[in-house]
């Protein structure tokens, strides 16, 4: 079992930075995908970016490519999201989520939300202009 818990969300205006976190109870030398996702009222939940934990290889979404950051800290087991120059559009609940992996494999990509079976609660991000 693979417990997720989200923390850092809140209000910034545009241009402005945030960080989320996500304590994770994943091994860091458990072959993982970790990813970011995010989802507005009446919309399906998206992916922002996912992370492989044993090789650390990153991928993002085109909308997000160059201001957000996917990182881990194996120390802590913690996974991180950096936002930066936050648009409205950022607006969401951002959840954390994670799938094993068998040694040797890699995220799917782009990631869809079936292919992860651990989720965090979710933390709001909202900007306004």
């Known amino acids: 079992q693979v417990v997720l818990v989200e923390s850092g969300g809140g209000s910034v205006q545009v241009g402005g930075s945030l960080r989320l976190s996500c304590a994770a109870s994943?091994?860091?030398?458990?072959?993982?995908?970790m990813g970011w996702f995010r989802q507005v009222p009446e919309k399906e939940r998206e992916w922002v970016a996912s992370?492989?934990?044993?090789?650390?290889?990153?991928s993002y979404d085109d909308s997000v490519k160059g201001r957000f950051t996917i990182s881990r800290d194996d120390a802590t087991n913690t996974l991180y999201l950096q936002m930066n120059s936050l648009q409205v559009e950022d607006t969401a609940v951002y959840y954390c989520?994670?799938?094993?992996?068998?040694?040797?494999?890699?995220?799917?990509?782009?990631?869809?939300?079936?292919?992860?079976?651990?989720w965090g609660q979710g933390t709001q991000v909202t900007v306004s202009s």
């Open positions: 992370l492989l934990t044993v090789d650390g290889s990153l």
């Open positions: 989520a994670a799938e094993l992996k068998a040694p040797w494999t890699a995220c799917e990509y782009p990631p869809q939300t079936l292919d992860f079976a651990y």
């Open positions: 994943v091994d860091p030398y458990t072959q993982a995908c």
